[in-house]
């Protein structure tokens, strides 16, 4: 059974850095698109960044550019979001979603076939 679970959510402050990790069971994230998406209480749930089995990388929410970075690491099939400078307006449960790769699918919530139960993340002081 393939499985996502995310970790690595909690309180921080305003500036500060966190780093999610999304490990994979019953399956090689490698073959995947993953995506880590977000949700604010009261919002929908938005596209953060995307990472394909080549690697290409797109970020989709324009707020964090230059802030969040995702990254693999095959040899723990983990895939990763580095969070710096983080504010208030990061707050959310953030998740990592995946699908097998076809034409046409990239980086939306309703392209993905499989997700995490989410983290919380808290920004404030």
């Known amino acids: 059974q393939f499985q996502l679970v995310e970790s690595g959510g909690g309180l921080v402050q305003p500036g500060g850095s966190l780093r999610l990790s999304c490990a994979a069971s019953?399956?090689?994230?490698?073959?995947?698109?993953i995506g880590w998406f977000r949700q604010a209480p009261g919002k929908e749930r938005e596209g953060v960044s995307c990472?394909?089995?080549?690697?290409?990388?797109?970020n989709i929410a324009d707020s964090v550019q230059g802030r969040f970075t995702i990254s693999r690491d095959s040899a723990k099939n983990t895939v990763y979001l580095q969070m710096n400078s983080l504010k208030p307006e990061d707050t959310a449960i953030y998740y990592c979603?995946?699908?097998?790769?076809?034409?046409?699918?990239?980086?939306?919530?309703?392209?993905?076939?499989?997700w995490g139960k989410g983290t919380l993340i808290t920004v404030s002081s």
């Open positions: 979603a995946a699908h097998t790769p076809t034409l046409g699918r990239w980086c939306t919530a309703g392209d993905m076939d499989y």
């Open positions: 990472i394909s089995p080549g690697g290409r990388v797109t």
């Open positions: 019953g399956g090689t994230l490698e073959y995947y698109t």
